[in-house]
T-cell receptor, first 115, second 114 residues
Framework: AQSVTQLGSHVSVSEGALVLLRCNYS??????LFWYVQYPNQGLQLLLK??????LVKGINGFEAEFKKSETSFHLTKPSAHMSDAAEYFC?????????????FGAGTRLAVHP | DGGITQSPKYLFRKEGQNVTLSCEQN?????MYWYRQDPGQGLRLIYY???????QKGDIAEGYSVSREKKESFPLTVTSAQKNPTAFYLC?????????????FGSGTRLTVV
């Protein structure tokens, strides 16, 4: 069965520091993987996605993620945090099951950025 | 610009009332979804629809109902049978049934029982 685990419900970094948000997946078929960001009282916005092309995926706002099959991971990184990066981040795995496009979400990681 | 419009942004419901949340998309997407979000619990699937006049229950459908009479619209009704309806509700759509597409989300409706 497909599932997603996000390690750490809260992550706090200083402005300018490296951001690392962890995501591990479980999938019996080649996965499609996504990172979404949610600002307070807003919907989810796609940051980036892995669809089996390049293993290093670059997204919006300077974020990138690397697909590592051997580690079943898809961690999200940004070299230098900005105050505007404070938000909740969701990792998701997608597969075709039961006749529809199903997206399974992790529980989310709330990122705080301190001056 | 294409997107998903959810309305209203904030909604207050009295005990025992039914309320309907609107979701409209102009992306020409076939599939639409409703999720419920509670603090610390991520997103939970309520209902989904792959095509007009067809929809299926998700993981937490009890106390909710939907309709899909038009491709563009997928309203969600929170009935009085839903005992704990206070939550943030998100509507989403996807282009088709290919797993690589992902979802596009609306901006959400926050429902509060008063």
């Amino acid at each position: 069965a497909q599932s997603v685990t996000q390690l750490g419900s809260h992550v706090s970094v200083s402005e300018g520091a490296l951001v690392l948000l962890r995501c591990n997946y479980s999938s019996s078929v080649p996965p499609y993987l996504f990172w979404y960001v949610q600002y307070p009282n807003q919907g989810l916005q796609l940051l980036l996605k892995y669809t089996s092309a390049a293993t290093l995926v670059k997204g919006i706002n300077g974020f990138e993620a690397e697909f590592k099959k051997s580690e079943t991971s898809f961690h999200l990184t940004k070299p230098s945090a900005h105050m505007s990066d404070a938000a909740e981040y969701f990792c998701a795995v997608s597969f075709h099951g039961g006749g529809y496009n199903k997206l399974i979400f992790g529980a989310g990681t709330r990122l705080a950025v301190h001056p | 610009d294409g997107g998903i419009t959810q309305s209203p942004k904030y909604l207050f419901r009295k005990e025992g009332q039914n309320v309907t949340l609107s979701c409209e998309q102009n992306l020409n997407h076939d599939a639409m979804y409703w999720y419920r979000q509670d603090p610390g619990q991520g997103l939970r699937l309520i209902y989904y629809s792959q095509i007009v006049n067809d929809f299926q229950k998700g993981d937490i459908a009890e106390g909710y109902s939907v309709s899909r009479e038009k491709k563009e619209s997928f309203p969600l009704t929170v009935t009085s049978a839903q005992k704990n309806p206070t939550a943030f509700y998100l509507c989403a759509s996807s282009e088709g049934d290919r797993a690589s597409y992902g979802y596009t989300f609306g901006s959400g409706t926050r429902l509060t029982v008063v």
